[in-house]
């Protein structure tokens, strides 16, 4: 398991005084790419496969608000990756200083090429970075078809 510390800014809270939904996104975008920082995966290598990370959807269930005051731990986990590495679903977990779970998230991604604007596998030369991805429990293989289990897209407007 993957696990990033952050404390709680006055610009990351909402109206209500409690960590903003947007904040949660930052933290878990920040703990993703810092663990891949940590592999070798960093910015000039996604600029030197002219990669990047493109995701699908997020889940975020909340389960206890996060005020300022107390540093938060955020976790990462690969819950799913396809074969070529293409395909990755990744689980966040918030904790409190005391280890109690705040929130959790399941987040189902893939890799486009930037030039082509078209998914792909991921590369090769970086793969040995997947080995040492932290997986869950419940890990399994993705497909094509995982990345589509969510819902319909729904009928285009006719807006002229």
């Avoid at 792909?120 to 932290?134: K, Q």
Wanted: include cysteine; glycine fraction near 8%.
């Amino acid at each position: 398991m993957y696990i990033k510390e952050f404390d709680i800014r006055w610009s990351d809270l909402d109206a209500n005084r409690h960590l903003a939904n947007s904040a949660y996104i930052n933290f878990m975008s920040h703990t993703r790419m810092g663990f891949f920082i940590d592999k070798g995966i960093t910015q000039e290598q996604l600029v030197k496969f002219n990669i990047g990370p493109v995701v699908f959807h997020e889940h975020i269930y909340y389960f206890r608000e996060v005020f300022q005051g107390k540093p938060i731990k955020v976790t990462l986990e690969v819950a799913g990756l396809s074969d070529d590495g293409g395909f990755f679903e990744f689980v966040h977990n918030f904790y409190d200083h005391k280890g109690k779970n705040l929130a959790h998230c399941e987040i189902f991604g893939g890799w486009i090429d930037l030039k082509t604007r078209k998914l792909i596998g991921f590369p090769d030369d970086l793969g040995y970075a997947l080995a040492d991805f932290p997986k869950s429990k419940d890990f399994k293989v993705l497909t094509k078809e995982d990345s589509r289990k969510f819902g319909k897209r729904p009928v285009d407007l006719n807006l002229e």
